[in-house]
C-alpha cells in the first residue's frame, strides 16, 4: 500500500502511524511503498514485583488498518472522566468489561505480526543492583569497576527491561530472519514514562555498541507517545497486563499456560517472551554495564511460540 493511497482525515488514530513512517502528512510525496515495521510496547506491574514490558510489532500498513477498527471499538472500552473512551486492560477488568475485551483482542490478532515480552521481579533487579559487583580489564590487569553512578538506571525496571528486550528482539530476528529479515528497520514506540529520558540521554552510546551487522536495523530512537492518540500502544497494554497476569497466576516460568477467559480467532503470531530469573539477574546486569548485554542474554531466554489465542 503506498502512501498516497491513504486517506488522510478518515481515522486519525491511522493518519499517526502513517504520519511516524513519513516525518509530516504528505502533501506531496513520491508513490514509494513504505516496509518499515513499528513495534508498540507499554509496560505492567503488580504488588508481588512483577514487571512487565511487552506490546506487539506489525508493518505500518497493518498498524493503520489496525488503529481504524480499534478506534471503531473504543466505545466498549471505559468511558473517561473528559468524555473520551480509552482501552486500559486493568479498567476493562476492574469495571466488568471483560465480556468486551473479545473484540480488541480480535483486532489484534488480524492485524499484529508478533508479540514480545520480557519479564523480570523488580524485587530481585534492586537486590542484584546493589549486590552487583563488576571487573574489568585494563593493561592486563583487573580492577574493579565504580558503577555506582549507574546504580539508579539499573535500578529501574522500565531502562533494564528495555535494554533486554531491544537487543534479545534483534538475537531473534538474527535466529529467525525469515520472519523480519535483517534488511527491514523496526522503530519502536512506547507509552509515556519518566524514564523517557534515560532512554534518550544514552541510546547514542547503546546503538554504537551493538553488533555492526544488524546495527542498522535498530530503526530511529524510541519514541514516547501518549496512549490515547497512538492506539497500538493501548494493544501493547492489552498484551502486558496479560502476560503479567500469567506470570503471577503460573510462575514467570510457565506463562504459556495462560489462556485467554474469552472467545478468540485463531492467529498463528509467534510470541517472544523473555525471563530474567534472580539467579540470571546479576549476569544479565554486568552485561549491561558492559558493551553488550547480548552475551548475558545468549543462553538465558525463556521463550515460547503459539497462537496469541492461546492454543
Same mark, same amino acid.
Given at each position: =500500500?503506498?502512501?498516497l493511497h491513504?486517506n488522510?482525515? /478518515?481515522s *486519525?488514530?491511522?493518519?499517526h502511524?502513517w504520519?511516524q ?14 516496509l518499515? @515495521?513499528?513495534?508498540? %510496547? ?7 514485583? &512483577?514487571?512487565?514490558?511487552a ?13 481504524k477498527?480499534?478506534?471503531?471499538r473504543l466505545p466498549?472500552?471505559v ?6 473512551f480509552?482501552?486500559k =486492560?486493568? /479498567? =476493562?477488568?476492574r469495571?466488568?468489561r =471483560?465480556?468486551?475485551v473479545?473484540?480488541f483482542h480480535n ?7 508478533m508479540?514480545?515480552?520480557c519479564? %523480570? ?10 549486590s @552487583?559487583?563488576?571487573? &574489568? ?6 580492577i574493579?569497576?565504580n558503577?555506582? #553512578?549507574m546504580?539508579?538506571?539499573?535500578r ?14 534483534h538475537?531473534f530476528?538474527? /535466529?529467525? *530472519?525469515? @520472519?523480519?529479515?535483517l ?7 512506547f507509552d509515556? +514514562? ?6 534518550q540521554? +544514552?541510546w547514542?552510546s547503546y546503538i ?9 536495523a535498530y ?5 514516547? /507517545?501518549?496512549d490515547t492518540?497512538?492506539?497500538? %500502544?493501548?494493544?501493547?497494554d492489552f498484551w502486558?497486563w496479560w502476560?503479567?497476569k ?7 516460568? #510457565?506463562i ?5 477467559p474469552f472467545?478468540?480467532i485463531?492467529?498463528? +503470531?509467534?510470541?517472544?517472551? %523473555?525471563?530474567i ?7 544479565? @546486569?554486568a552485561?549491561l554495564v558492559?558493551?553488550t548485554v547480548q552475551?548475558?542474554?545468549?543462553n538465558?531466554?525463556?521463550r ?5 489465542d492461546?492454543?
Amino acid at each position: =500500500m503506498s502512501i498516497l493511497h491513504h486517506n488522510w482525515g /478518515e481515522s *486519525p488514530a491511522a493518519d499517526h502511524v502513517w504520519a511516524q513512517v513519513c516525518g509530516v502528512r504528505p502533501s506531496k510525496s513520491s508513490d514509494r511503498r513504505f516496509l518499515t @515495521l513499528q513495534a508498540y %510496547i507499554d509496560d505492567s506491574v503488580d504488588g508481588s514485583g &512483577i514487571y512487565v514490558l511487552a506490546g506487539y510489532i506489525s508493518s505500518a500498513q497493518r498498524w493503520a488498518a489496525f488503529a481504524k477498527e480499534w478506534e471503531e471499538r473504543l466505545p466498549l472500552s471505559v468511558l473517561q472522566e473528559d468524555g473520551s473512551f480509552r482501552f486500559k =486492560m486493568s /479498567e =476493562m477488568a476492574r469495571f466488568g468489561r =471483560m465480556e468486551n475485551v473479545s473484540a480488541f483482542h480480535n483486532v489484534i490478532a488480524r492485524n499484529v505480526q508478533m508479540s514480545v515480552a520480557c519479564v %523480570i521481579n523488580k524485587y530481585d533487579l534492586e537486590h542484584s543492583v546493589d549486590s @552487583l559487583h563488576v571487573s &574489568i580489564q585494563q593493561d592486563n590487569v583487573t580492577i574493579p569497576a565504580n558503577i555506582e #553512578h549507574m546504580k539508579d538506571a539499573l535500578r529501574d525496571p522500565f531502562y533494564f527491561t528495555f535494554r533486554v528486550l531491544m537487543d534479545a528482539f534483534h538475537l531473534f530476528r538474527v /535466529e529467525a *530472519p525469515q @520472519l523480519f529479515p535483517l534488511d527491514d528497520v523496526v522503530d519502536f514506540y512506547f507509552d509515556e +514514562t519518566t524514564s523517557k529520558a534515560r532512554v534518550q540521554r +544514552t541510546w547514542g552510546s547503546y546503538i554504537e555498541n551493538r553488533d555492526e551487522k544488524y546495527r542498522s536495523a535498530y530503526g530511529v530512537e524510541p519514541r514516547f /507517545e501518549d496512549d490515547t492518540e497512538f492506539l497500538p %500502544i493501548q494493544a501493547a497494554d492489552f498484551w502486558a497486563w496479560w502476560v503479567r497476569k500469567w506470570a503471577l497466576e503460573y510462575g514467570p516460568g #510457565h506463562i504459556e499456560e495462560g489462556r485467554f477467559p474469552f472467545p478468540t480467532i485463531e492467529s498463528p +503470531t509467534p510470541n517472544l517472551v %523473555i525471563y530474567i530469573d534472580k539467579e540470571k539477574m546479576v549476569e544479565a @546486569l554486568a552485561g549491561l554495564v558492559g558493551p553488550t548485554v547480548q552475551k548475558a542474554l545468549a543462553n538465558n531466554l525463556y521463550r515460547f511460540a503459539r497462537g496469541s489465542d492461546g492454543s
